[in-house]
């Protein structure tokens, strides 16, 4: 069973955001950004959506992977008056504070490495041999992109594909028994480092919230 790797680095130029996003969702994540980073924490994601009026979720991790409900509730504290400042959407809204999930986005170039030979699906912003679409594990991970090889290959299709990161419009792991048993050690193994008591029959894992 593959294992994530390197969990815990920090070396900033792999840890900026590749996926961004645009439009509001890039106005937001460029105003809360700087804020959740001052606070502890890195964003993941910002999105929009028609739930309850209007809803904005921003999505938000320490820098070891982990995300608690307290952590939740610290960066909305944070980032609300920040917002209000800032007040970038023009209606009222419901702010939403959730963690990246076991079958999370993968944003940065240390999420391709961490999560290598897991399982994703990839959807890039423009054609790379003529799709867009891709289902697979990363094999290979380099300073220009990442290297898949797919699980489901059509007659006469390559069964690998370089995709160079300027082109990735979005990516996220898929759940399967083996990345949850991977993404259960690897929150046990992070609190344990930040001292935290686990127990030996803890079931609890990284979940949204």
């Not at 590749?18 to 964003?43: C, F, H, N, S």
């Not at 909305?76 to 970038?88: M, T, Y």
Request: one cysteine or more; hydrophobic letters at 40%.
């Amino acid at each position: 069973m593959a294992e994530p790797r390197d969990f815990w680095s920090t070396v900033s130029d792999r840890n900026d955001r590749i996926v961004k996003e645009q439009g509001l969702e890039g106005k937001v994540a460029a105003i809360v950004e700087p804020a959740i980073e001052q606070l502890g924490y890195r964003l993941v994601r910002v999105r929009t959506s028609g739930l309850n009026g209007f809803t904005l979720q921003i999505m938000a991790e320490r820098p070891d992977g982990t995300m608690s409900v307290e952590d939740c509730e610290a960066v909305s504290r944070g980032i609300s008056p920040v917002l209000d400042v800032a007040d970038p959407i023009d209606k009222a809204y419901h702010l939403e504070i959730s963690s990246p999930g076991i079958d999370r986005p993968l944003v940065r170039r240390s999420d391709f490495e961490t999560w290598a030979g897991f399982l994703m699906k990839l959807e890039t912003s423009r054609l790379i041999d003529e799709r867009k679409r891709y289902r697979g594990r990363i094999v290979d991970v380099t300073d220009a992109g990442i290297r898949v090889e797919r699980d489901q290959v059509a007659y006469g299709e390559p069964s690998a594909v370089e995709i160079p990161f300027d082109a990735i419009g979005e990516a996220r792991l898929i759940l399967t028994d083996d990345l949850i048993q991977a993404a259960l050690k690897a929150d046990k193994a992070a609190r344990k480092a930040r001292g935290e008591t686990i127990e030996d029959d803890e079931a609890a894992g990284p979940a949204g919230h």
